[in-house]
């Protein structure tokens, strides 16, 4: 099974300041194909989760330019910045190279 | 739109068996894996299931294997997941997913098992 770990559990940014997530996972998440299936998602209080990034570092359509993936074999890292209020919720990063998991969740909160 | 709609939870007791469904609007169905992901309350995300385009091939969470059963129907655009002998730690909301990266979720359906 793949275990992703995610630091911090909770942080607290002022409007306006960058904020960085990481997500380590127990094995590689590089596949043959060149692809690294690793993903992040927002989910917003009361909402069900919605899709940041795709494959490490791809936005999907719509997401703000804000928000960028990075990172490579088993550390991944979340940026946001320039934090929106808009942007509080927990961030979930999860993995589909072996079957799925997901991360533990870091909560965001605006100062 | 783009739309996938849960229904079917309940208020269960232990033991018991419930029936969700997943249905999907908006895009064609079956161009895509779908996966069950569910939220116990004031937890994280655990993935439950997933099948591929034509339900030939399914993978279950270890906790859940040989007590729930995931199938598709893609001439109804619908997802189903059969819970049988259900546990206290299964209460959740469960939500549908679209595709490999679940990119378009559902607003979910909240199970309930007690006593």
């Known amino acids: 099974d793949v275990v992703l770990t995610q630091t911090p559990l909770t942080l607290s940014v002022n409007p306006g300041q960058s904020a960085s997530i990481s997500c380590k996972s127990s094995?590689?998440?590089?596949?043959?194909?060149?692809?690294?299936?690793l993903y992040w998602y927002l989910q917003k209080p009361g909402q069900s989760p919605q899709l940041l990034m795709y494959?490490?570092?791809s936005r999907l359509s719509g997401v703000p330019d804000r928000f960028s993936g990075s990172g490579a074999e088993t550390e991944f890292t979340l940026k946001i910045s320039r934090v929106e209020t808009e942007d509080v919720g927990v961030y979930y990063c999860m993995q589909a190279l072996s079957l799925y998991s997901f991360g533990q969740g870091t909560k965001l909160e605006i100062k | 739109q783009v739309q996938l709609v849960e229904s079917g939870g309940d208020l269960v007791k232990p033991g018991g068996s419930l029936r969700l469904s997943c249905a999907a609007s908006g895009f064609t169905f079956s161009d895509y894996y779908m996966s069950w992901v569910r939220q116990a309350p004031g937890k994280g995300l655990e993935w439950v299931s997933y099948l591929n385009y034509n339900g030939s091939i399914i993978h279950y969470v270890d906790s859940v294997k040989g007590r729930f059963t995931t199938s598709r129907d893609n001439a109804k655009n619908s997802l189903d997941l059969q819970m049988n002998s259900l546990r206290v730690d299964d209460t959740a909301v469960y939500y549908c997913a679209r595709g490999v990266k679940m990119d378009v979720w559902g607003k979910g359906t909240t199970v309930t098992v007690s006593s």
């Open positions: 494959e490490l570092s």
């Open positions: 094995r590689s998440l590089l596949h043959s194909d060149g692809k690294t299936y």
